[in-house]
C-alpha cells in the first residue's frame, strides 16, 4: 500500500523510530509499537480507503488477528489523492454514508489537519522569561511525565501514565539514537510547555506532542518553543519541511499558523477506547 498522507506517513515514521513495526500487508499497513501496547496511535491499521459497509467486520477481525493483545480498536485512513496533483483530501470530508457502520460499532471518526513549514517566524507573544532547550536529565524526563499526565483529563489516570511513561521511554530511545530532541521551556527549573520533533533523514520532521501545563497557558510558552523548536530543526536537524498535526479548529493550530505553518492536508481517523477507559469523576 502506497501510503499518500503526510500526516500518515509521519506517524508511521515516528513509530518505527520510536522501536516499533509497520508492515505493508499490500492491502493494508499494520503499526506496532510492543514496547508501548496501550499507545492507540502506535498500534493500528491503516486503509487505503473508506471501507463500505459490509467490509467493517471483516476489519475488525483482521485487527483482532494482527493486534491480539489490543483492547482499543484504530484505524487511520490514507487521504485521497486530488486527480490533477492538487492537494490530497479528506474522505471523511467527500463521503460519510461508509461512516454509519463505524458508528454502530462504537467507533468515533474524525479528521485533523495537517500543516507544514518551511521556515518559521516568531509568535505574537514571545516569552522571554523561560529557559528553551533539550530535556536531558532524569529529573527533565520525570517532569515531562508528570506534565503529560497533568494534561490530560480524557483517561482512567493509571493506564495513562503506563502509556505516558512508556511513550517516553520511546522518546528517549529516539533521541538516543539521534533523530530528534525533546525540548521544553523551563521557567525556575519547572517544565511548563513541552513538544518533540523528530526525522528520519529524509528532510521531513514531524512535531510530537504540544503541551503546556495547565497552570502556565496563555503566557506565550508554547508559540515561542514551537518557534524555536522549528528554528533548531532547520538548521541542525536537517529538516526541509517541518510537519505538525492538530485539530483543525481551537487555539493550537491557530498558533502554529502564527509560527509560519499553512495547512496542507486534512488526516483521517477511526478510533474506538477499550472499555473503561474515561477519567476518574471529579469526587
Ligand atoms: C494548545 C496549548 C499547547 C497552547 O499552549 P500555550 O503555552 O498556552 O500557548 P501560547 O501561550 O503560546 O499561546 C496561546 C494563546 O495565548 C496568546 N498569548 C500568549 N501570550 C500572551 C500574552 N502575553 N498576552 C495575550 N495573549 C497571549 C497567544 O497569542 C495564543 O492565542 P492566539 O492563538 O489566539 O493568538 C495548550 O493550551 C495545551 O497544552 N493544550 C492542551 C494540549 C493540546 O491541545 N495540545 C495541542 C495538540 S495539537
Given at each position: 500500500?502506497?501510503?499518500?498522507?503526510?500526516?500518515?506517513?509521519?506517524?508511521l515514521?515516528?513509530?518505527?523510530?520510536?522501536?516499533?513495526?509497520?508492515?505493508?500487508?499490500?492491502e493494508?499497513?499494520?503499526?506496532?509499537s510492543?514496547?508501548?501496547?496501550?499507545?492507540?496511535?502506535?498500534?493500528?491499521?491503516?486503509?487505503?480507503?473508506p471501507p463500505q459497509?459490509?467490509?467493517v467486520?471483516g476489519w475488525?477481525?483482521?485487527?483482532?488477528?494482527e493486534?491480539?493483545?489490543?483492547?482499543?480498536?484504530?484505524?487511520?485512513?490514507?487521504?485521497?489523492?486530488?486527480?490533477?496533483?492538487?492537494?490530497?483530501?479528506?474522505?471523511l470530508?467527500?463521503?460519510?454514508?461508509?461512516?454509519?457502520?463505524?458508528?454502530?460499532?462504537?467507533?468515533?471518526?474524525?479528521?485533523?489537519?495537517?500543516?507544514?513549514?518551511?521556515?518559521v517566524?516568531?509568535?505574537?507573544?514571545?516569552?522571554?522569561e523561560?529557559?528553551?532547550?533539550?530535556?536531558a536529565?532524569?529529573a527533565?524526563?520525570a517532569q515531562?511525565?508528570?506534565?503529560?499526565?497533568a494534561?490530560?483529563?480524557?483517561?482512567?489516570?493509571?493506564?495513562?501514565?503506563?502509556?505516558?511513561e512508556?511513550?517516553?521511554?520511546g522518546?528517549r530511545?529516539?533521541?538516543?539514537?539521534?533523530h530528534?530532541?525533546w525540548?521544553?521551556?523551563?521557567?525556575?527549573?519547572?517544565?511548563?510547555?513541552?513538544?518533540?520533533?523528530?526525522?528520519?533523514?529524509?528532510?521531513?520532521?514531524?512535531?510530537?506532542?504540544v503541551?503546556?501545563h495547565p497552570?502556565?497557558?496563555?503566557?506565550?510558552?508554547?508559540?515561542?518553543?514551537?518557534?524555536?523548536?522549528?528554528?533548531?530543526?532547520l538548521?541542525e536537524l536537517?529538516?526541509r519541511?517541518?510537519?505538525?498535526?492538530?485539530?483543525p479548529?481551537?487555539?493550537?493550530i491557530?498558533?502554529y499558523?502564527?509560527?509560519?505553518?499553512v495547512?496542507?492536508?486534512?488526516?483521517d481517523?477511526?478510533?474506538k477506547?477499550p472499555?473503561?477507559?474515561?477519567?476518574?469523576?471529579?469526587?
Amino acid at each position: 500500500m502506497d501510503v499518500t498522507s503526510l500526516g500518515l506517513r509521519t506517524n508511521l515514521m515516528i513509530v518505527t523510530l520510536a522501536g516499533g513495526q509497520v508492515e505493508d500487508r499490500g492491502e493494508y499497513v499494520v503499526a506496532r509499537s510492543p514496547d508501548n501496547p496501550t499507545f492507540w496511535w502506535g498500534n493500528f491499521l491503516a486503509l487505503p480507503r473508506p471501507p463500505q459497509p459490509e467490509e467493517v467486520s471483516g476489519w475488525l477481525d483482521t485487527f483482532a488477528a494482527e493486534l491480539p493483545t489490543a483492547a482499543h480498536r484504530t484505524f487511520a485512513l490514507d487521504s485521497v489523492p486530488e486527480p490533477a496533483g492538487g492537494p490530497a483530501t479528506s474522505v471523511l470530508g467527500t463521503a460519510t454514508a461508509w461512516q454509519a457502520p463505524w458508528t454502530s460499532a462504537g467507533f468515533t471518526s474524525w479528521s485533523d489537519s495537517v500543516l507544514v513549514a518551511e521556515s518559521v517566524r516568531e509568535p505574537l507573544h514571545v516569552n522571554t522569561e523561560a529557559t528553551y532547550r533539550p530535556l536531558a536529565s532524569e529529573a527533565d524526563w520525570a517532569q515531562l511525565v508528570e506534565l503529560r499526565c497533568a494534561n490530560d483529563d480524557d483517561h482512567e489516570p493509571a493506564a495513562y501514565r503506563v502509556f505516558v511513561e512508556a511513550s517516553v521511554r520511546g522518546i528517549r530511545r529516539m533521541v538516543a539514537d539521534g533523530h530528534g530532541q525533546w525540548w521544553g521551556a523551563f521557567i525556575g527549573g519547572r517544565l511548563l510547555s513541552t513538544m518533540g520533533l523528530f526525522t528520519d533523514g529524509s528532510g521531513v520532521a514531524r512535531y510530537q506532542n504540544v503541551d503546556t501545563h495547565p497552570d502556565a497557558r496563555r503566557l506565550g510558552l508554547a508559540g515561542t518553543l514551537a518557534y524555536r523548536v522549528g528554528r533548531w530543526g532547520l538548521a541542525e536537524l536537517g529538516a526541509r519541511q517541518l510537519v505538525i498535526v492538530a485539530e483543525p479548529t481551537g487555539m493550537a493550530i491557530a498558533l502554529y499558523r502564527q509560527v509560519g505553518f499553512v495547512d496542507a492536508e486534512p488526516v483521517d481517523q477511526l478510533e474506538k477506547a477499550p472499555p473503561g477507559d474515561a477519567p476518574t469523576p471529579a469526587p
